[in-house]
């Protein structure tokens, strides 16, 4: 069974920083871009940085020289390093990965990590 588990979230003053750990488990994920999305409160889910197979990133412009995404194919994990957080950060942060499985395209989510920024 594949699954995603996110941890690291909590409370954080503003200027803070956390970092963001994602597990995957079930299937190799070597081969996968993987990324994390993030959903305020009353908002939609939104893309925040992914990070190919290759090592390759995107970073959606209100995190770009705060936010870095790494990830670990040894461990099978995947890292969000949240520098200088804003209170717009506030957010369940959830972890993503694209799967092309028997030709497939597959999309996992994780259950999510509580992010809260107070000023």
């Known amino acids: 069974q594949v699954q995603l588990v996110e941890s690291g979230g909590g409370l954080v003053q503003a200027g803070g920083s956390l970092r963001l750990s994602c597990a995957a488990s079930g299937r190799s994920f070597s081969s996968d871009p993987m990324g994390w999305y993030r959903q305020a409160p009353g908002k939609q889910r939104e893309l925040v940085t992914n990070?190919?197979?290759?090592?390759?990133?995107y970073y959606t412009d209100s995190v770009k020289c705060r936010f870095t995404i790494s990830r670990h194919n040894a461990q099978h994990t995947v890292y969000l390093q949240m520098n200088s957080l804003k209170d717009e950060d506030t957010a369940a942060y959830y972890c993503?990965?694209?799967?092309?499985?028997?030709?497939?395209?597959?999309?996992?989510w994780g259950k999510g990590t509580e992010v809260t920024v107070s000023s």
């Open positions: 993503n990965d694209v799967a092309l499985v028997s030709e497939r395209v597959i999309t996992y």
């Open positions: 990070i190919g197979s290759d090592g390759s990133t």
